[in-house]
């Protein structure tokens, strides 16, 4: 049986490896061919989201442990540059799914090492806006949940149900 969070990193960090790991699901489910398909010319590939849920967690957890962290330090493609550079050489589904796993538990590390004091420290936000460094992690987490639905969506659109759903259903 798993044991409860005992803190409020646990919990923050329990949350993340939970959508994470249903971003992998998502991922594994979709056939190979399936990383280029895009509903629309003005849509991501499935590829190109899952970089980009890479680049997104992989700035989250290396600003957000930041002393300084600020994420208006930089201009954003400036941050990204900083923390997210060659997230584009993951190409294909086993090195996509194994780049998910790798940054997320070196993230994880990361921002358990900034401590549950350091992570309830502000951090000013995209707009401006301070913010708890928990309550910005909960909108990363919302952000990578949003693109998880998004393959999901992919997956239907390929003619393949959806991880979750199969999950759900039991099959």
Do not use: C
């Amino acid at each position: 049986m798993k044991t409860r969070s005992t803190s409020l990193i646990d919990e923050a960090l329990e949350a993340w490896a939970y959508t994470r790991e249903g971003v992998i699901a998502e991922v594994k489910n979709l056939p190979e061919s399936a990383l280029d398909f895009k509903p629309s010319e003005a849509s991501r590939t499935a590829r190109e989201l899952v970089q980009h849920i890479i680049e997104s967690g992989l700035l989250m957890s290396g600003e957000l442990p930041r002393p300084d962290g600020d994420f208006q330090r930089k201009p954003y493609p400036e941050l990204l540059a900083e923390y997210a550079r060659g997230v584009s050489r993951h190409r294909t589904k086993a090195a996509l799914m194994s780049a998910l796993r790798r940054t997320h538990a070196d993230g994880a590390t990361r921002i358990r090492a900034a401590g549950e004091v350091g992570m309830l420290q502000t951090i000013r936000q995209f707009n401006g806006e301070p913010a708890t460094r928990f309550s910005w992690m909960q909108h990363g987490i919302a952000h990578e949940e949003y693109h998880r639905g998004q393959i999901a969506l992919y997956a239907r659109l390929v003619g393949r149900v959806p991880a979750l759903t199969k999950l759900i259903h039991g099959a």
